[in-house]
């Protein structure tokens, strides 16, 4: 059990410890945290995530604003990959993380931490983003950037976000767990497509992704490939399951020394490149 310290009663014995910066013993590549996923099997495995994967995700890259004027919300559970992002995406860049109440919030509750935190950019599931625009768009009004995820975003209610909220900038985010949350990235234009899917858009800052045929070899532009997805958010693989591990996660054919994830999506490049 966890111990519970006082830190009124315990003051004095806690000013007599040292006030030197403790040693750092760890390194890019050590696990910082191990996320349990079941994906589409139902079957749960460990992820393990270095720090570069944690670090790659929410520095230097253009994905999205992520600086000391940011203001995120943490609307996942601190067990769902997402929550990587909102708390390192804030606390890594000098930002602020709002955390609402604990529990499942409803849509009037997530607007409420909107405008009580002011609250400037949201990642949210495509499932929960399509209900707040289907029963409660203006509480999205404050935010400058929303994230959308988890699976494909539907054309519709991202055209409704569009005319909902003029102002704010929509981004597809893409990526399983065992890439650090996101692999890649697209900002939606002012003006959709009548027809046309969202794409996923490119790799983020630091990420490689192949579309491959069943030879691992490149598939051309507008034909369909299975998804492989790596570079520094690549996981270290799957918790004491080795042969899982060897069987999704093979080694780069086009870059010796690094290995790629098999997502087991099917894609396709379009003429512009996403």
């Known amino acids: 059990m966890p111990s519970i310290v006082c830190l009124e009663t315990e003051a004095r014995r806690i000013a007599a410890e040292s006030a030197t910066d403790l040693p750092l013993r760890g390194n890019a ?11 589409s099997t139902g079957r749960p495995k460990g992820v393990c995530i270095p720090h570069r994967g944690v670090v790659r995700l929410v ?37 602020c993380l709002a955390v609402p109440p604990t529990g499942l919030l409803s849509i009037s509750e997530i607007g409420d931490a909107i405008r009580r935190f002011r609250v400037t950019s949201a990642w949210f599931t495509a499932g929960l983003f399509n209900q707040i625009i289907e029963e409660k768009s203006a509480a999205l009004k404050p935010l400058r950037q929303i994230l959308v995820g988890g699976e494909a975003l539907s054309l519709p209610h991202m055209k409704k976000a569009r005319l909902a909220l003029p102002h704010a900038r929509l ?16 900002t939606l234009p002012a003006t959709l497509s009548q027809n046309r ?27 369909s490939g299975e998804l492989l997805v790596g570079g520094d958010g690549l996981a270290l693989g799957y918790l004491n399951q080795p042969e899982l591990t060897g069987e999704r996660f093979i080694p780069n054919p086009f870059q010796p020394g690094s290995s790629l994830y098999r997502t087991g999506d099917r894609a396709r490049y379009l003429p512009d490149g996403n």
């Open 29 to 39: 590549g050590d696990v910082a945290y191990v996320c349990f996923t079941s994906g």
């Open 59 to 95: 520095k230097n890259n253009t994905y999205a604003r992520l600086d000391q004027d940011e203001v995120i919300l943490q609307a996942a559970p601190v067990s769902f990959d997402a929550s990587t992002f909102e708390i390192w995406g804030a606390l890594l860049n000098g930002g």
């Open 171 to 186: 981004i597809n985010g893409y990526g399983p767990t065992e890439n650090t949350t996101f692999s890649a990235c697209y």
């Open 197 to 223: 899917p969202i794409p996923i858009g490119r790799p983020i800052a630091n990420s490689v992704c192949y579309i491959l045929d069943e030879c691992l070899q490149p598939v051309p532009v507008g034909s």
